[in-house]
């Protein structure tokens, strides 16, 4: 290279002669039988965990085979999506559920009319850094110079908390929170779709087994043969977090947010429908909503000042957990554990 003195390279050393037989075809030979047999307890460990999850995910286990996930990738915003047909569904809490609020009652049939995509994950940092970048939007967050953190059990104002600067670590492939909803509306819109209606959200998270409590089932158990089923409030959180209260005894490993594939998917092949990331839904909230409900494709009460909240956080219990539990925020109020998955709206394939 011009301007650079290239270092004097040294003469290869003259080779001996060597009359003893080499040892090296030996040790290959024994290197390659050490390492099919670590292969081998390798398949046979593999094989072992799918015999006892009946060859499917803990959490779709339902007497029917598994399909394949017919996942569509939405060139507007790069993120999967999965197809939801239409169908009936009961909707609310389970009578058999003791932590049922009241404004999950009465439990009613709900008929969806029409298919359509939902966000197989929840809305990536990377996936909204794109947002941001191709339309400079400016988050609720950015522009007031503050969101919301949960601290002590309590959600405290806290200064130059943003997306971007969420007060942990993340990488792209972590949900996006400190989002608010009309920065969440804002984003479906710009990749061609909407937040999904409450309805959407929980045929979606129930994925066609609506009699379990919580998407694994209904056993109050976050963990199967070992394996963390959901980021919730846990042990990890407790010691470098602070966050009480906690699922005393159960650690998934992360503190805060997780990347969004973590844990294992629903039968329809969706992440985090429990816990995470809290997702907020396009309905306005209302407490009494279920007992006035139309049963095909409801939008929410045409009034209210809050906007639903689904799904439960790394905040959350195992009540907040369940498929059937609400919440609900102010549209303009954004924290450190809530963000949001779209809707993509549209026939599927086989529909008109």
Request: hydrophobic letters at 40%; aromatic letters at 10%; proline letters at 9%.
């Amino acid at each position: 290279m011009t301007g650079m003195a290239m270092p004097a390279v040294p003469a290869p050393p003259q080779q001996r002669t060597n009359t003893q037989p080499s040892s090296r075809p030996r040790t290959s030979r024994a290197l390659t039988i050490m390492s099919l047999a670590i292969l081998s307890i390798v398949i046979a460990a593999a094989l072992s965990l799918v015999t006892r999850h009946g060859g499917r995910y803990p959490w779709t286990a339902s007497g029917e085979p598994e399909k394949p996930v017919p996942v569509w990738t939405n060139p507007a915003d790069a993120l999967e999506y999965v197809p939801v047909t239409a169908r009936s569904f009961q909707m609310g809490c389970l009578p058999t559920d003791a932590q049922c609020g009241a404004d999950e009652r009465p439990r009613h049939k709900v008929v969806i009319q029409r298919g359509f995509r939902i966000g197989r994950t929840e809305v990536t940092v990377l996936a909204f850094s794109r947002f941001a970048l191709a339309t400079r939007y400016v988050t609720e967050a950015d522009r007031e110079g503050f969101s919301h953190v949960f601290h002590a059990g309590a959600l405290e104002r806290k200064p130059g908390v943003s997306w971007g600067k969420p007060g942990f670590t993340q990488t792209p492939e972590h949900p996006v929170v400190n989002v608010s909803w009309n920065d969440a509306a804002a984003f479906c819109k710009w990749a061609g779709g909407r937040l999904p209606t409450e309805a959407e959200w929980e045929v979606a998270a129930r994925a066609g087994q609506e009699g379990r409590v919580f998407p694994w089932g209904q056993a109050e158990a976050l963990l199967l043969d070992g394996q963390p089923l959901a980021n919730a409030a846990d042990e990890s959180a407790k010691k470098k977090a602070s966050l009480a209260p906690i699922v005393g005894g159960y650690d998934d490993g992360f503190a805060y947010t997780s990347p969004v594939k973590a844990f294992p998917p629903n039968a329809f092949g969706l992440y985090g429908m429990a816990g995470n990331a809290a997702e907020w839904c396009l309905d306005r909230y209302s407490a009494g909503f279920y007992r006035a409900s139309e049963g095909t494709d409801p939008v929410g009460p045409a009034d209210g000042a809050d906007r639903v909240v689904r799904g439960g956080s790394f905040v959350s219990l195992l009540g907040s957990l369940r498929a059937s539990s609400r919440f609900h925020l102010r549209p303009s109020m954004r924290n450190d554990h809530t963000g949001f998955r779209c809707v993509i709206e549209g026939p599927l394939p086989g529909e008109r």
